[in-house]
């Protein structure tokens, strides 16, 4: 393996670490993935998932602390997966997401995180992060913002980092200010 190989399997690796840490009633860390299931998905849709997302399926199908998540491509608790979400963003709603996007983590307001294909980063292991807002119509040159240059960028800002502006581990609300 070289040293881009290592680097973002490390990265996924302390990602994985830094989530075991919160309790079990907060974070759900799915089993592992048949990586059958990535092939799968891969030749259905035509589209090469990132490295670094193939590799966090590899520990974890999936993630979820305190509703937000990084979708697994099997059915998560909330009944969202990578294949479901995809086949609803491209093929049933009256926007449709561009190809080359894959939407892996909902907002809970009808939009997506999604992995844009067409730019990848980190020498290939990885895909920029863009926000789609689901009720408006992007075009090729009003594309949806970069929010992120890669997956693990995203989970430790929008996942761990958010949630430990307001919690502890344990899931009890910080006490902010004197008081």
């Not at 670094?52 to 608790?77: A, C, H, P, R, W």
């Not at 907002?107 to 926000?131: A, H, L, M, P, Q």
Request: hydrophobic share 30%; proline share 4%; aromatic share 14%.
């Amino acid at each position: 393996m070289n040293m881009e190989t290592n680097n973002y399997k490390l990265v996924i690796e302390n990602i994985i670490m830094e989530l075991k840490k919160f309790s079990d009633n907060i974070v759900t860390l799915n089993p592992p993935i048949n990586p059958t299931l990535i092939v799968k998905f891969e030749k259905k849709y035509q589209l090469e998932l990132p490295n670094d997302y193939k590799y966090l399926l590899s520990q974890s199908n999936g993630i979820n602390l305190m509703g937000d998540e990084v979708l697994g491509i099997t059915f998560s608790n909330y009944g969202y997966d990578l294949t479901s979400t995809y086949e609803f963003e491209h093929f049933n709603v009256q926007i449709h997401q561009f190809d080359y996007l894959i939407p892996f983590s909902p907002d809970g307001g009808g939009n997506f995180y999604c992995f844009d294909t067409s730019k990848r980063t980190n020498n290939g292991n990885s895909c920029e992060i863009v926000f789609w807002c689901s009720n408006y119509e992007y075009s090729e040159t009003d594309e949806p913002e970069i929010t992120h240059d890669n997956l693990s960028d995203f989970i430790s800002e929008c996942i761990i980092g958010w949630t430990l502006e307001n919690y502890n581990y344990d899931g009890s609300r910080k006490v902010l200010g004197n008081g």
